[in-house]
């Protein structure tokens, strides 16, 4: 089952899929707003076509990447060249390089050959489970051990789910990302500092994607298995903001898609960010784009795109 059909079925999840053939000039109008910064702003698209005709545009939204559109055709116009930029954006992917957990414990002098080679023979002849968890099964070390070392592997702090808040996170990822991709917000430190937990290893793009879209600085960092699960279960088990989930087949019926959506929301602000295959946008209903809005006041789209 692919990761959107499984979503699909989840409650308080609405999917939408647009046919690639699906033509711009489908787009709905929607009624004016409060008032038209139109007759005083420009139209953030540079191919802007209208001229001064904008004038007459009664609308005041939608905005996004913080710049106003006159026209359905030019926010499609705007997203397409986000989404261009988002794929030439220099990947933040994760480093394959790591030195092996196992060795690295033996060389810290916390498991012993013998041990090591026990639960290598045992993980194999399993055909499943992880190194760290067949040693304490072993008895040859204990969690909290194979948690440093995991924070030793990738260079991170390990983090502690002290004064644990998941109310106050539900909006810092998407439930799908927390879901499928196995990353906990634990907390942010003075409005500014999210930490950010991993179970095994640390997800960088997803870390990245976050940051981009709260402006939070975010410190990634190693969470013991025992305290990740039952944190990340609480934390799905919240009021999520409403999600829309689509998929794409490459990026310009997804530009399409995405611009429909911003189209028929009209929100005050808007923010797209890639993360995997996904983009990510995020729309405010109110014109504070907070970086961690209450779950009523943003709606997301999630789309996967074939080709990213
Ligand atoms: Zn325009």
Not at 165 to 184: E, W
Not at 294 to 302: C, K, Q
Request: glycine share 6%.
């Amino acid at each position: 089952m692919s990761l959107l059909k499984h979503w699909s079925n989840q409650p308080s999840v609405n999917v939408e899929a647009v046919p690639s053939s699906a033509l711009a000039s489908d787009f709905g109008s929607t009624p004016n707003r409060l008032f038209r910064p139109s007759l005083i702003g420009q139209c953030a698209n540079q191919g802007c076509r209208s001229g001064w005709l904008h004038l007459f545009r009664k609308r005041s939204t939608p905005v996004f990447q913080g710049g106003w559109t006159c026209s359905p055709e030019c926010t499609e116009a705007r997203v397409q060249w986000a989404l261009g930029r988002e794929r030439r954006a220099p990947a933040h992917e994760i480093h394959p390089h790591r030195i092996p957990l196992g060795l690295l414990m033996l060389e810290q002098g916390w498991i012993t050959r013998r041990q090591l080679h026990d639960a290598l023979q045992a993980q194999r002849a399993a055909g499943s489970g992880r190194l760290g968890d067949w040693l304490v099964r072993q008895r040859a070390t204990d969690e909290a051990t194979v948690t440093r070392a995991l924070g030793l592997q990738w260079s991170c702090p390990v983090l502690a789910n002290e004064a644990y808040d998941p109310v106050a996170l539900t909006s810092v990822v998407p439930r799908l990302f927390l879901d499928a991709f196995g990353a906990l917000p634990l907390r942010i430190a003075a409005g500014k500092l999210l930490y950010l937990g991993f179970e095994q290893c640390l997800d960088p793009v997803l870390a990245f994607a976050v940051g981009s879209m709260t402006g939070l600085r975010v410190e990634s960092g190693i969470v013991c298995s025992s305290q990740f699960r039952p944190a990340l279960d609480r934390l799905l088990g919240e009021k999520f903001p409403e999600a829309q989930l689509a998929e794409a087949v490459s990026e310009v019926p997804a530009a399409h898609l995405l611009a429909r959506s911003i189209e028929r929301f009209q929100p005050m602000n808007s923010k797209m960010v890639r993360m995997h295959n996904f983009m990510w946008l995020r729309m405010w209903r109110s014109r504070e784009a907070d970086s961690v809005p209450s779950s009523d006041s943003v709606v997301d789209v999630l789309c996967s795109i074939g080709a990213l």
